[in-house]
């Protein structure tokens, strides 16, 4: 059984940072690619940014520049810095892992965290 918790979501005025973090805990025999997602109510959840095992990332473009992922493959924690935040940033924000266990290997997902920015 794997499971993912996040951290650091909240309510920032327009300008502010943010860090989320997403730990996987369990029977964790590696870890792949990791990202982060968003979604507001009444839309698709969106990819943010995306990191590889290799340690090679990808963004949305409207976040290039603010938003910073970065893992630890030996915490199996992935990290989102988020700097100067706008309010079309707020959403709830979703971690991904890909994660290797004694039964396999599959994506699994955080339980979201919300992220309020105020203009």
């Known amino acids: 059984q794997v499971q993912l918790v996040e951290s650091g979501g909240g309510l920032v005025q327009a300008g502010g940072n943010l860090r989320l973090s997403c730990t996987a805990s369990g029977s964790i025999v590696g870890t792949g690619a990791m990202g982060w997602y968003r979604q507001v109510p009444g839309k698709q959840r969106d990819v943010v940014a995306l990191?590889?095992?290799?340690?090679?990332?990808t963004y949305q473009d409207s976040v290039k520049g603010r938003f910073t992922i970065s893992r630890d493959n030996a915490k199996n924690t992935v990290y989102l810095q988020m700097n100067s935040l706008k309010p079309e940033d707020t959403a709830v924000y979703y971690c991904?892992?890909?994660?290797?266990?004694?039964?396999?290997?599959?994506?699994?997902w955080g339980q979201g965290t919300q992220v309020t920015v105020s203009s």
């Open positions: 990191i590889l095992g290799g340690g090679g990332t």
């Open positions: 991904n892992m890909y994660i290797a266990t004694m039964s396999g290997k599959s994506y699994y």
